[in-house]
């Protein structure tokens, strides 16, 4: 049982333009959540993460924003770069609890 | 120098082998884990280690055994390989209070052919 979801699997944006992710859970328990970006042959890197007591967390050209009652996070990337092309994960989990929930990932291509 | 990291990066060997993954982390972090992703590109836990003993245990084969020497290593032995242990394993290891997400290892690339 898929307790995040990704349901896009890829993205296309132009470079300088707004890339958005976008990903669903369904525990209510979560309120913890994270973005990953994965090149290639490496492992996911930690990007962004966001508290369930906040709706937004920027950093840098990095945004995400969180909707508790739709169950909905979206990451911003803005402006998108050619080195933004990645696979994006998002997960969630309860804090104190040692486990990740993934989502099945986003690529995102950044056409020059 | 890498902050986590597993051998081998590759891995092919015919089904009802016995193999090992190794993982080894140098950021001090007390919990330790081993993800699986699937061909669906699906990444799921297997397991989880914190100071050497083991948290978490998700419903994966008992020919799966992570053995933790000391809290900087966690290894994975797959017992009787079958076609569909292939996968990517990553392992990764996190503060407990898990502040910043994981770090994880490049993964291994496991055929089982």
């Known amino acids: 049982d898929q307790q995040v979801k990704q349901n896009s699997p890829s993205l296309s944006v132009q470079e300088g333009r707004i890339s958005i992710l976008n990903c669903d859970y369904t525990?209510?328990?979560?309120?913890?959540f994270l973005w990953y970006k994965k090149y290639p042959a490496e492992g996911p890197t930690f990007l962004i993460s966001?508290?369930?007591?906040?709706d937004k967390n920027e950093d840098g050209r990095f945004t995400v924003f969180l909707n508790k009652s739709a169950k909905h996070l979206s990451l911003h990337i803005v402006p998108s770069q050619p080195g933004d092309s990645a696979v994006y994960f998002c997960a969630a989990t309860t804090r104190g609890a040692n486990n990740l929930f993934f989502g099945t990932g986003t690529r995102l291509t950044v056409i020059p | 120098d890498t902050a986590v990291s597993q051998t081998p990066k590759y891995l092919v060997t015919q089904m009802g082998n016995d193999k090992s993954i190794k993982c080894e982390q140098n950021?001090?972090?007390?919990?330790m884990y081993w993800y699986k992703q699937d061909s669906k590109k699906f990444l799921k836990i297997m397991f989880s280690?914190?100071?050497?003993?083991?948290?978490i245990n998700e419903t994966v084969p008992n020919r799966f055994s992570p053995k933790s020497p000391d809290k900087a290593h966690l290894n994975l032995h797959i017992n009787s390989l079958e076609l569909g242990d292939s996968a990517v394993y990553f392992c990764a290891s996190s503060q407990e209070t898990l502040n910043y997400g994981y770090t994880f290892g490049s993964g291994t690339r496991l055929t089982v052919v």
């Open positions: 950021l001090g972090h007390d919990t």
């Open positions: 280690y914190n100071n050497k003993e083991l948290i």
């Open positions: 966001i508290s369930s007591i906040k």
């Open positions: 525990n209510s328990m979560f309120d913890y």
